[in-house]
């Protein structure tokens, strides 16, 4: 494992709004980490090198039930929203729950990020701002 927990932690409490996120993803690549999984419910996080080992944050918050049905729309705006630092990153994980998305996978070698529901379909497929 090249990259430990704390060190990640360390980068992730500089991120205050959605507009900190972009310089984020580029620290935590040059740390070793290919990709990671978000889960909404709890905010337990997933990250693995390329190797495929993993690390795990354990549960972050009280749990919050994900919807079973999908509002792309109203996701879309508060994700907009979300990124353009109108919200934070709590009111993020509410607004993804109420509207479908389980999570969300963060690809850094393709720069994307995909938003999933409850069934692990794809939602939204984004590209990471560099």
Not at 26 to 53: C, P, W
Not at 70 to 84: A, C, V
Request: hydrophobic share 30%.
């Amino acid at each position: 494992m090249k990259f430990r927990l704390e060190d990640i932690k360390t980068e992730h409490q500089k991120v205050k709004s959605g507009a900190d996120f972009p310089p984020y993803i580029q620290t935590i690549k040059r740390l070793g980490i290919s990709h990671y999984i978000t889960y909404v419910s709890d905010g337990n996080t997933e990250y693995f090198d390329t190797d495929h080992q993993s690390i795990q944050t354990g549960s972050q918050y009280q749990n919050i039930t994900v919807s079973e049905n999908i509002n792309l729309e109203n996701f879309k705006r508060r994700l907009q929203l979300h990124q353009q630092g109108g919200t934070d990153y709590m009111t993020f994980c509410n607004d993804c729950a109420e509207y479908g998305v389980k999570g969300w996978k963060m690809d850094l070698n393709a720069m994307t990020c995909t938003y999933f529901s409850e069934n692990n379909d794809e939602v939204l497929v984004e590209r990471i701002p560099d």
